[in-house]
């Protein structure tokens, strides 16, 4: 079982946040690249061929500058090249077009299931359909399964509802206050904001984990130039 961790804060070309979405994604690559037999080994593993030969090369490249995949959680978020492993992985996910952020500079990736279809779909040349996600989430499990190990997505539950706040409260939750939203301080109008956490069961290699996105989002998609607010993701070790 690979350890899973929370966020932490870091710097990518000035632009300040949590890396919650991003470590997710990269601790779910490695739950779909790592061999659970190199870990018990060597106490570590490195990426099947497959995740390596099928990538983009931009992707290929950045596992060939970290080849390792290391059980323990606190490597990530404790030594000091568990931590610019992070932040390299952070800056190489920003400023994609083909991915959703809630930054308008393009960093800070939107925690959704749809941003991990599109996460496939961009690095890996597949065509997953964002409208049908547990159908793309079971061709992603396929895709990565092999003979050695079973890989499964199941969205549990999903919950959302819709909360209404004031620009002032919105601003204190998100990591770019722009004047398209600092210019609304103070005038006490009511945004409706939809609140919504998807959560996804994982079995991989027999090991249960939880991958819990929570979204927070301007209902009216069209008011600003980026409706993502806020959120976040994290996988747990079940």
């Not at 060597?42 to 950045?62: D, H, M, R, V």
């Not at 932040?87 to 077009?97: G, I, K, L, N, P």
Request: net charge negative.
């Amino acid at each position: 079982m690979l350890e899973t961790d929370e966020c932490i804060q870091i710097s990518n070309k000035g632009r300040n946040y949590t890396d919650c979405m991003e470590f997710s994604l990269l601790r779910f690559l490695q739950l779909c690249a790592y061999n659970c037999d190199q870990i018990q080994t060597n106490k570590f593993s490195g990426y099947n061929e497959y995740i390596k030969n099928e990538s983009k090369s931009e992707l290929t490249n950045f596992i060939k500058t970290n080849p390792i995949i290391y059980p323990e959680a606190e490597f990530y978020r404790l030594t000091d090249e568990g931590k610019k492993q992070r932040a390299d992985w952070a800056e190489f996910v920003s400023d994609r077009d083909f991915l959703d952020y809630y930054r308008n500079d393009k960093a800070e990736l939107f925690t959704s299931v749809t941003n991990i279809i599109k996460f496939f779909n961009g690095f890996f040349n597949m065509d997953f359909d964002i409208l049908t996600p547990q159908e793309s989430l079971n061709l992603l499990g396929t895709k990565f399964s092999n003979k050695n190990k079973n890989i499964s997505i199941r969205v549990e539950e999903i919950n959302s509802n819709t909360n209404f706040k004031t620009m002032d409260d919105i601003l204190r939750s998100v990591s770019r206050p722009e004047v398209e939203y600092t210019k609304y301080i103070g005038n006490n109008k009511l945004y409706p904001i939809i609140i919504s956490t998807t959560y996804l069961d994982l079995i991989i290699d027999g090991f249960a984990y939880e991958w819990a996105l929570t979204e927070l989002y301007f209902k009216d998609s069209e008011l600003f130039e980026n409706k993502f607010i806020t959120g976040h993701s994290v996988i747990y070790n079940k």
